[in-house]
Every structure is written in structure tokens, then in C-alpha cells.
């Protein structure tokens, strides 16, 4: 061999090892994941059942487990005893560019028989009990230095006031439901250990400054001494993380493409009992046509919007579907699996960063993985 095959053979091994990095990179799945309170702010406490340490435990088994995953990539807002301001925990998140944000608390009532668990997503909820919880974790930043100056306009004895601040990144909720779904229906599995309390909306300030799908869960009461006992154990700790790691990964799997295997499910085999998440299924449609097709989703919003291309960044072929009291705007539709990508690449090109695609067979919606089979 030359000296100018050698050269080329070398070059073009260089060449393979850069574009398969690159793609490496680009398909890093990242993770934010967020141990409320911290330091000074203890959360809530109950009998030596200390909210703050809880969620750290949680979150650092939760990332153990995403950690030993592949193409996944942890970034925390703490991983000790220290307090961090509720808009840098958004911002974390931000400037790591990360995929989902995932806030871990504790919750707790005066009426220590409440019990469950409540996975929020950022929402102008009227609910009484939705507000509370609200008013609870917001509370956090009288304890930031200058919070007024920082959060001008915002009341954290009144809630209700962010429903005068702008919503923002309002096409993340579908994404931000789908996950909070799936942490709901993981706790329904551990059977008896947790209620399942179901996906609700809250106006979260440490949710609505995160730019992209995020949700915050309350992992159980430890105002309520057998359900605290269970998250202040190593074992209850573990089954929560657990759960809620399954969830992040079968999100990943979903919307993000193929990731880890499944962790071991919680739910005895005997145990058919349906999610009681408040995520109603999609109706099926009988007139739809038959066979495989996808639509990459563009945003979710609450406000109806005409299907014009100037409503749409220029994209045309814009449909809409009304569905639990969201609107849901679609971009084309194919059965060719690899034109629906260029379309899911057009649609981010135009600014549409957390589009993604949707299958759906005879007009049922169905996963990406099903459709590609």
C-alpha cells in the first residue's frame, strides 16, 4: 500500500470517527432532574420525615438508574444539601438544552390521612387544591434574596396571579402530559404502596420558566405517618424511583427514539386494574382510513388558532384535532416513515424545536416503534 492509500485510509477512519460522535451527540437524550427545597428550606416536615432529603434521595436513584442507560444524560440542580433560587433551577435546565425537566417533592396536609401521589404540569388551574399546592412550592422564593425585585408581579400567597404573567412555552403541555401520564400510571403499579392521584394542572413557577416539556411530582404525603414512613424508607424510595425512571425512559422511547430496555414492572401479572390517570384516550375514529400514517405534532395549545400558513411559520398542510380541551396542530401526513422525518426536520428548521412525530393505524393512535415494525 502507497504512502497516499495510507493517507486516505487514515483520513477516512478520522472522517468516521468525527460523524459518529456527532450523531452519538445529537441522539443524547438530556434529563434535568430537580430535588426540591434544600439548605434553609427544609419543605415539608413531619415526625423526622424531612421533604428535602426525600426528593435528593429520589432524585439521585432516579439518575443512578438513567445514568446506567444508554444515550441518556443527567444533569442535576443539586445533588447535596444546598438551596438553589426557583429560576435557576429552570434555568439549569435551559442552558443544558435538556429534553424534559423533572421536579421531585414531597407533599403534605394538615388532614394527615391525605394521601397519594399528583404529577403537575404547568397550568392557570382554578382547582382549590391544585392552587394550594401551588402556594406551597412557590412559597420557596420569600426565602431568595431580593425576590421581590426578581419576581415583580408575582403574589406567592396568591397563585391566582400568574394567571396574569404570559403562559409561556405553551406548545410543550402536550409533551409535558404524555410524560406526566406515564409517572402516574408507573405509581399505579406499585399497588397498594401509593395512591395514584393522577395528572393535574398548577401554576408552578419553577415549571413556568423551563423551556421545554416538564413536570413537577409530588411523590406522596409525608404528613401522613404509613405513606411518609414509605418514602422516608430505602426500600419506598427505591420503588419510587424506579417508577419514575421507567417513565422517563418510555417517554425517551416514544418521542425521542429507541433507549434502554424495560425496567422490571412493578404490577403483579394478576393485576389488570386500568391507569387512573385523568388523561382521557383519544375516541376511535371510524371513518378514518385504513392503514399506518404519520403527522408530526407541531404544538398543543389552548387557543384555537386558523390553519393558515402565516398562523404556522409559512408550513402548509396544517390540520388541527380538539382533544381534552387542547388543540392539537398537526404538520402533513404520510405513510412513508422517512418523508415524515424530512417533515419532522422542516417543522424544527421553522422553529418548531419540540415537534415531534405521531403515528396512527385505521385512526388509532399508535407508538412510532408499532408503526415502524
Known sequence: MNIFNKTRLIFSFFLTIISFCAYSQANVFKVTLDAGHGDHDFGAVYSGRIEKNIALAIVLKVGKILEDSPNVNVIYTRKSDVFIDLVERANIANRANSNIFVSIHCNANKNTAADGTETYVMGLSKVASNLEAAKKENSVITLEKDYKRKYEGYDPNSPESMIGMTLMQEEYLDNSIALASKIEDNFDRLGKKLRQGGVKQAPFMV???AYMPRVLVETGFVSNPTEGNILNSEEGQNDIAKAIAEAILSYKREYFGSGAPEIMDARPAKDTAKPKTVIAAPASNKNATKGTFFKVQLIAS????PLEPKNFKGLKNVTMLY???IYKYFYQETSDYEAAQK???EAKSKGYGASFLVATKDGEK???????K
Do not use: F, V
Open 302 to 305: 389552548i387557543k384555537k388558532t
Open 323 to 325: 382533544e381534552n380541551n
Open 207 to 209: 415549571l413556568h420558566k
Open 343 to 345: 417533515y419532522l426536520q
Open 366 to 372: 399508535i407508538s412510532i416503534q408499532d408503526a415502524t
